[in-house]
């Protein structure tokens, strides 16, 4: 039951009091959350994964699943996905906290008696966790990592804890950590930022080069700001410097192969489209501002900007009308037909996936085999870890709306996905 401000305590050391309290509760909250996480994977070890295998699932396709560092007890893959749809998390979420958990119980167990014994705050834990994880620690380095942190957990920061591991590695790995001391010297790389792009229409790219590559790209930028510059643009230098890149890019998108001569295009020669970009973008009458399929919003101002760039081609393709019913004779759906699944659904219909439906699959809500057809009403998009899932684990669901589909776990607890997300049923 949620509490309202006017039954908040009203003097300073109340509400300080109150807070603390709130505080010490979520803790001990967060720390039982672990043990019910190894408990979850405890009645469900890799062993199980052979028994079903062997009498429920004959080729199927469930692992074991290792979720923690070497040496940590391996889980039925298909288990996570239920533990996370119960507390509301992506199924990858849930993954990650019962790797912590039982990274915490068997690997650094000197900083899981601290958490259970409230000393240390479980978000602390479960950071460091999830470090001597992705650093694949051998037991003995993570049982070094948990020697020295035990004491100090509580106080130690991130980039201290990162200094620990790689100690770990150069104690009990030299090997390993003169390998990567050698890759670390090699520091280049180009990042662009795909997931973050600000409601402007931006996106971010960093970039670590050669320092004769990167004089030479300098050069190049400031050149083509001067360029727009001359032409005719008011925008700001940085501005002009960004929108050269991608001039640039646009006129340059392949590397000569061995043995060609790479021609060099004179300024004024026209050129054809150097790329294709698909936006799929959805519009409602009377409302300025656009939704793209990846659920980044932006303004018609600026997708007409995109369009009317230079050597931009612009397709125009037809509007696919989501509430037809379309219907395929064979198994595979139609190019129109998976189009139109693929926009209904947008992401993963798996309760709390957000991966996107292009990126994944089509799955016969009621199975081909079984007599399901290749239909509007009858496909959904999986991403291939759910579609899996639904295949050969114990989940089920159904359509019961245009974009709505209710979920069974092997647990009994229902889910409801829709386009606004997905709630318990």
């Known amino acids: 039951m949620a509490i309202t401000t006017s039954e908040l305590p009203d003097t300073a050391s109340a509400v300080l009091a109150f807070a603390r309290s709130s505080r010490a509760t979520a803790d ?26 062997a009498i429920l699932l004959p080729g199927g396709s469930e692992h ?49 008696r601290r958490v259970q014994s409230g000393e240390l705050p479980a978000w602390r834990a479960r950071r460091i966790a999830e470090t001597t994880i992705h650093a694949g620690l051998s037991r ?27 100690a770990a590695i150069a104690r009990f790995d030299p090997e390993r950590a003169a390998a990567e001391a050698r890759l670390a010297a090699d520091g280049r790389h180009v ?82 489209a150097a790329r294709q970009v698909v936006l799929h973008v959805h519009l409602a009458e009377g409302d300025p501002i656009a939704r793209l399929e990846r659920g980044n919003l932006a303004t018609l101002d600026q997708i007409r900007g995109w369009c009317q760039q230079s050597r931009t081609q612009v397709t125009v393709k037809p509007v696919i009308d989501l509430n037809e019913h379309i219907v395929c004779a064979g198994y595979q759906p139609s190019p129109r037909l998976r189009e139109q699944v693929i926009l209904r659904d947008q992401t993963c219909v798996f309760p709390w996936c957000s991966r996107p439906a292009r ?45 709505t589909y209710t979920w069974t776990s092997p647990q009994g607890h229902i889910f409801v996905r829709d386009d606004k997300g997905t709630k318990p049923g």
Request: glycine share 8%; net charge negative.
């Open 28 to 53: 001990r909250g967060e720390a039982e959350l672990l043990v019910a996480a190894c408990e979850w994977a405890d009645l469900h070890p890799a062993s199980s994964v052979l028994d079903a295998a």
């Open 64 to 112: 074991e699943e290792p979720v923690a560092g070497p040496g940590a007890p391996l889980v039925a893959e298909f288990c996570i996905a239920e533990f996370g749809a119960v507390l509301g998390i992506s199924t990858v979420s849930a993954k990650h906290l019962i790797g912590q958990a039982i990274e915490l119980r068997h690997r650094l167990p000197r900083l899981w």
């Open 140 to 166: 003995e380095a993570a049982s070094y990592v948990d020697a020295q942190l035990a004491r100090f957990a509580h106080r130690t920061s991130t980039s201290a804890v990162d200094r620990l591991v790689d």
């Open 191 to 272: 990042t662009i930022e795909e997931e973050q792009v600000s409601f402007a229409g931006t996106m971010r790219v960093t970039a670590e080069l050669d320092l004769a590559d990167a004089l030479d790209f300098g050069a190049a930028v400031t050149h083509g700001a001067d360029v727009l510059k001359s032409l005719g643009s008011e925008d700001s230098l940085d501005a002009r410097r960004a929108s050269a890149v991608g001039e640039m890019a646009r006129s340059q998108l392949a590397l000569p192969l061995v043995g060609e001569v790479a021609q060099q295009p004179s300024r004024n020669q026209a050129s054809t």
């Open 359 to 403: 990126a994944g699959d089509l799955d016969h809500i009621v199975p081909w085999e079984a007599g399901g057809e290749t239909s509007t009403h009858n496909l959904a998009a999986l991403c291939r870890r759910h579609h899996r899932l639904k295949t050969h684990g114990a989940w089920s669901y159904r359509r019961t709306g245009p974009a």
